[in-house]
């Protein structure tokens, strides 16, 4: 076993670290980079279907302003902690700057498992958490949204519940939203649409031939099960999915609208007919030309990574290959597409629906789509164009655009 640290925050810090290294900065960019400038914890009380009356915790992490109000989703999961939800905020911030979003980064969570409560107490949670943070959120200050464990039925309810204690209906405090309460079209789907163009125009540069490539999926929810669609539509073919409960397999491939639909009757990916099954390890490690990584963080580590034979990863998760497996990735010439611009497409489109509730002015879903795809092409040239020019990987490359712009806008204002 590896003595790497598998702690997000460290990873965060040693990555914003490297880029900042790279660029030349005064440390003392750093030193205001590597902590968030502001975290709120709280405790939300909710009276159980039981009678019995639990107190949960939670967090909401504001990291770095300078580019616009903080940006960033709300997870709901038994493992959230301080420190996840902290570099979990950081990463938001450099993934609004690789985009060119006038935003800067902040998260949220509950530690709570969401599939143990009823109806009525995720209800009762999910208002007591936008109770408890209603004063350092809102349409110009910090906008949540959804993230693993959380939805657009708990955006809503979270957005009603802020328009109660304001008076009025604000729908831009939130995005993730339903269409009928101001949510955009093209949201629910956008991270894997953007982690599929992403794997498109990866493939390009390492002159794959798309229509040939496999896939191997890791996490089915949001993330993954669009993921999964949009490869399939672009030609890829997706041979092995994983989620919390198992994995399957079908070297033919498998026929993804039909997996959505097992897994909305059933709650997994686990015994999908005509497949075989699979583990977490034995997914990783398939040989595929593309591995798209869409569940938590730590999945490939220093323990596991040369066991890869993937061409290509694509970061639909937040923080799933640690710094020590970069390296080890690196040496075998795999190319990792990084989270902070694979996953874009969610905050992207976040942003087009916060434009939408500011406006009044609601988009068409190709409109939708066209600028997500114009606008995520563009970031994945400048990141590839920037990691040839100065050899480095294509996550560094994405921190040093980043950065440089967050550092900028703290210079302007006189920060550093
Ligand atoms: N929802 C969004 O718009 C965005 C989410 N993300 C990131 O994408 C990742 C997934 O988020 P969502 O899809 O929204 O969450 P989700 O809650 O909808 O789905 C999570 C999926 O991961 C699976 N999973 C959990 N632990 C696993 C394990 N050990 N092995 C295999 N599968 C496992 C679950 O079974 C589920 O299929 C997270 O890292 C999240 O931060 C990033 C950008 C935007
Ligand atoms: O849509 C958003 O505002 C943020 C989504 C998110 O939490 C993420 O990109 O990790």
């Known amino acids: 076993m590896s ?67 903080t940006k960033g989703g709300i997870r709901f999961h038994q493992n959230v902690n ?69 939805n657009a039925e708990i955006m809503a309810w979270m957005v009603d519940e802020y328009s109660k204690i304001k008076g009025y209906n604000s729908f831009g405090v939130i995005t993730g939203k339903p ?18 163009l992403t794997a498109r125009e990866g493939a390009k540069r390492l002159g794959m031939d798309f229509n040939k490539c496999t896939v191997a999926l890791q996490g089915f929810g949001n993330v993954g099960s669009y993921s999964g669609l949009y490869l399939h539509r672009l030609g890829g073919k997706v041979i092995a999915v994983t989620d919390v409960f198992g994995g399957i397999y079908n070297k033919d491939g498998i026929d993804i609208e039909k997996l959505m639909e097992h897994v909305k009757k059933t709650g997994s990916v686990v015994n999908f007919p005509g497949t075989t099954s699979i583990n977490n390890e034995q997914l990783l490690s398939l040989d ?17 990574a040369d066991t890869i034979k993937a061409k290509m990863i694509v970061e639909g998760a937040n923080g799933p290959v640690t710094p020590e497996a970069d390296k080890i990735l690196d040496s075998k010439g795999i190319f990792v597409c990084p989270d902070i611009l694979t996953n874009a497409g969610g905050v992207m489109v976040s942003y087009f629906e916060w ?37 480095v990987n294509m996550r560094t490359a994405a921190y040093m655009i980043s950065i440089k712009r967050v550092y900028e806008a703290m210079k302007a204002r006189g920060w550093v």
């Open 3 to 69: 003595t790497e640290s598998l702690n997000p925050l460290v990873n965060a810090q040693k990555q914003i670290k490297a880029a900042c290294d790279l660029l030349g900065l005064d440390p003392a960019v750093y030193e205001m980079l590597k902590e968030p400038m502001r975290v709120l914890e709280v405790s939300i009380p909710v009276r159980m279907d039981d009678g019995s009356l639990r107190v949960f915790k939670g967090w909401r992490s504001q990291h770095n302003d300078a580019l616009g109000p």
């Open 82 to 150: 301080l420190d996840e939800v902290k570099a979990l905020s950081m990463w938001m911030t450099f993934k609004c700057g690789v985009l060119g979003l006038p935003y800067g980064g902040g998260k949220g969570g509950v530690c709570v498992d969401p599939t143990k409560l009823s109806k009525r107490e995720l209800e009762q949670l999910s208002r007591g958490y936008i109770r408890a943070i209603a004063t350092i959120v809102g349409p110009e200050l910090d906008i949540p949204a959804p993230d693993v464990g959380t």
């Open 179 to 196: 269409l009928i309460l101001g949510g955009s079209k093209g949201r629910t789907d956008a991270t894997g649409y953007g982690v599929a």
């Open 288 to 304: 595929v030309d593309i591995l798209a990584l869409c569940a938590l963080e730590n999945q490939i580590t220093a323990d596991n």
């Open 355 to 391: 434009v939408q509730n500011l406006t009044n002015l609601y988009w068409s879903e190709e409109e939708v789509k066209q600028r997500q795809e114009e606008g995520m092409v563009e970031a994945f040239k400048a990141v590839y164009d920037l990691a040839q020019q100065y050899k």
